[in-house]
């Protein structure tokens, strides 16, 4: 499953507009993937030029961090 490195998300929208599923939606301005929906097609991971986007190999430590951190 594909998760975002939300400090490497600039807000583009580009992964938005291309998911085939719907599966990304905005969360403090920054893109975000509803599980229940994502298809793990890998079509957000092959067009973010910034490398935001994650695949399962890879730690979610960042995003748990980020998830439960919010300054409010």
């Known amino acids: 499953m ?14 938005f507009k291309e998911c085939p599923a719907d599966a990304i ?3 403090n301005a920054k ?5 229940d929906s ?8 092959e067009i973010c030029e910034w490398r935001a986007i ?7 430590v960042e995003e748990e961090e980020i998830k ?4 409010f």
């Open 31 to 35: 893109a975000r993937i509803d599980r």
């Open 2 to 15: 594909p998760w975002f490195k939300q400090n490497d998300c600039t807000g583009c929208g580009i992964c």
């Open 54 to 60: 994650r695949d399962d190999s890879e730690p979610e």
């Open 25 to 27: 939606y905005w969360w």
């Open 68 to 71: 439960y951190n919010w300054p």
């Open 38 to 45: 994502c298809i793990q097609c890998g079509t957000c991971q």
